[in-house]
């Protein structure tokens, strides 16, 4: 069996989506919280907007793509668990909102079973279920500290924690209705009212000078 890539126009095909993705990353990650347009991207690569749509079969496949590549990126730098041992790379997507505004965008359009991106949030969803909880079985890892001292748990973080599992529960509960929405979010409403009690069990620590 050949080892070789793609080779002939093929290869040209496969260079060029990857040339329109790197593009579209970068275009996302200047715009700030502006909108990056079809236009935007194929003028980096010196493009038409249908020249560039043709590569990937429409705008909303164009889009999944690029989520695809920046989950990818992610993964190369930060590692598979990225999102569960990394803050640095959610302080990354804090610096390009537009392409947070674009994930959120595009999963809650992907709950449609025909939208090109819904296989790709169901499989997402799926595979980081599976990610982090064999992350979690296994334990902190020796090099990644814990808080830091004195971030005592509060109220406001805890309400924070909750509305954000139970809006992203009810997009993951439309791809996957197996999942128990009302048992998670009690379960982990018990958990953050657990960590409320120990923080304030906890001893303060007594100013020095």
Do not use: C
Request: glycine share 8%; charged share 25%.
């Amino acid at each position: 069996m050949s080892t070789r890539g793609p080779r002939g126009p093929y290869a040209k095909s496969a260079a060029r989506r990857q040339l329109i993705l790197e593009a579209a990353l970068a275009a996302y990650a200047e715009a700030g919280s502006r909108g990056v347009s079809v236009r935007d991207i194929a003028e980096r690569v010196g493009l038409t907007d249908a020249g560039v749509l043709h590569h990937f079969g429409g705008r909303e496949a164009l889009l999944t793509a690029v989520l695809e590549a920046r989950d990818v990126v992610a993964a190369q730098k930060f590692g598979e668990e990225a999102a569960l041992w990394h803050a640095e790379m959610l302080t990354e997507n804090a610096g390009t909102p537009g392409l947070v505004k674009l994930f959120v965008d595009l999963s809650a359009a992907a709950a449609e079973p025909g939208h090109p991106a819904h296989e790709f949030f169901t499989e997402r969803y799926q595979v980081l279920r599976r990610r982090y909880a064999n992350a979690f079985a296994a334990g902190r890892p020796a090099d990644q500290p814990s808080a830091a001292p004195g971030a005592a748990a509060d109220p406001d973080w805890a309400a924070r924690v909750l509305i954000a599992a139970t809006d992203g529960l009810q997009q993951q509960w439309l791809l996957d209705p197996s999942i128990d929405m009302a048992g998670d979010i009690a379960r982990l409403r018990d958990v953050l009212l657990e960590a409320l009690e120990r923080s304030a069990a906890a001893p303060r620590e007594q100013p020095t000078g």
